[in-house]
């Protein structure tokens, strides 16, 4: 697909469901008793799979393109698939689902797309066999395809190396069948949606600090789970109409759950013009308007604490980097390197093509802003979030840019080209 230089964004769009949120919901709407109706579901390939995994677990899930309806099995009721569970792309439902897995009566094998059986998975089988876990990869190299023979667990409490929500989750989700309770101390706070929708289904769990906990649980109860625009999808839409001259956005409905809205505290710091507008809560889950005006940005420094807050946004913030006057410096986010692409020496390559000033270090980027960006043909390497970020960088290029692989935005946008294109003038 071929991008070129626009003269101006201007509307209004609507962002597709939360990816992180909807998994949860599949997941936990499954485990429940009763029916869990899921509003605004993100009809991405990744949501898709786990729809799959736990239809295939004996789930009856009811899915007219818009809203799912999940007939949960109860906590003790899912069932041994017949075949493999095929994961796709995604990482979430491998983790998450892991978790859940380890606790059944049965024996499965899980496997993925090529991108999957390159992920790292060490990091949920230490936590997971320390709970009395049987959970093995195939091929010995810690990555997927995994095989899981549930059995009985016991509570832990752990203290993982990196601040990884799917780390988090897939400890959690195993914790409900566990014998005493399971906490998971992070080093610094990721994405706190699976203990919002726990709360929420009637589990016990608690959040102090940097440490999650669960008690063991013998019955969930199914919900409406409505789920807010996905910020990580918005973010291509805040940074293009920044970027973009004489340029005005607003982008309705936006989840800005404080353990996901680094990327607007990144705007601010980079001297963005954002204002929130409708803002509202439901279920724990914060949302708002955002309106996005075009303007000069400088670069800052970006690290600690800030990084699960925006680990998914950092490739859309490289460009804006590339944009902004002055140097950004991107640390403390080594966990780049094992996204769906390397995505620290994709970025760097990538910018590079296009003419910007990019540096690739052992834990982020340093970006020299402020050169004009030229049209390059860009290799996505099937990353979604690669495909999406280029193509906004395409909207500032000189030139032509096109982007290799752009189909796999499917994974979590399946209508970004189609919103794009609505809002170029
Ligand atoms: C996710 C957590 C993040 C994020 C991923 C979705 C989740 O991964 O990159 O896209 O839904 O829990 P890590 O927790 O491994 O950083």
Redesign the pocket.
């Known amino acids: 697909m071929k991008f070129h230089k626009a003269n101006r964004l201007a509307g209004e769009l609507s962002i597709p469901g939360d990816?992180?949120i909807s998994?949860r919901g599949i997941m936990l709407g499954a485990l429940a008793d009763g029916t869990t109706e899921i509003t605004n579901f993100l009809q991405g390939a990744d949501c898709l799979s786990t729809i799959d995994c736990f239809r295939k677990m004996g789930v009856t899930i009811k899915n007219d393109g818009t809203s799912v309806l999940v007939k949960g099995n109860g906590i003790r009721g899912l069932k041994k698939s017949d075949g493999i569970l095929d994961v796709g792309n995604s990482?979430?439902t491998t983790r998450l689902m892991s978790g859940i897995l380890a606790a059944q009566n049965f024996e499965t094998i899980l496997n993925g797309d090529e991108s999957i059986q390159r992920r790292p998975m060490r990091r949920i089988i230490t936590p997971l066999s320390q709970m009395g876990a049987n959970i093995t990869s195939v091929l010995g190299n810690d990555c997927a395809p995994l095989r899981i023979i549930g059995g009985p667990l016991k509570g832990i409490h752990y203290s993982s190396p990196v601040a990884?929500?799917?780390?988090k989750?897939s400890i959690l989700f195993a914790g409900l069948y566990a014998d005493g309770k399971t906490s998971v101390t992070e080093p610094y706070v990721?994405?706190n949606h699976t203990e919002l929708m726990l709360e929420y289904f009637g589990a016990s769990v608690s959040s102090d600090n940097t440490t999650a906990s669960v008690f063991p649980c013998s019955r969930l109860d199914g919900q409406k789970v409505i789920v807010p625009g996905d910020i990580s999808s918005a973010t291509y839409f805040i940074c293009a109409a920044l970027i973009v001259p004489n340029s005005q956005l607003v982008i309705k409905n936006v989840g800005i759950n404080p353990t996901r809205d680094g990327i607007l505290q990144v705007c601010q710091q980079m001297g963005a013009n954002i204002k929130l507008e409708n803002v509202s809560t439901t279920k724990g889950e914060p949302s708002a308007d955002l309106v996005v005006t075009s303007g000069t940005l400088h670069g800052t420094i970006i690290g600690g604490s800030l990084i699960?807050t925006l680990?998914?946004e950092l490739p859309m913030i490289a460009v804006l980097a590339a944009y902004a006057d002055g140097e950004t410096i991107i640390k403390d986010a080594e966990?780049l390197k094992v996204?769906e692409s390397n995505r620290i020496d994709v970025m760097v390559e990538n910018l590079k093509k296009m003419g910007a000033d990019a540096e690739a270090t052992d834990d982020g980027m340093i970006i020299r802003g402020g050169k004009a960006l030229h049209g390059a043909v860009i290799d996505s390497k099937l990353d979604h979030r690669i495909a999406m970020t280029f193509a906004v960088a395409g909207l500032i290029a000189d030139g032509t840019t096109e982007i290799l692989g752009s189909e796999c935005v499917a994974i979590s946008y399946p209508d970004f080209y189609e919103s794009l294109n609505k809002i170029i003038e």
């Open positions: 990816k992180s998994h990482g979430t990884s929500a799917q780390v989750s990721s994405r699960p680990i998914d966990e996204k």
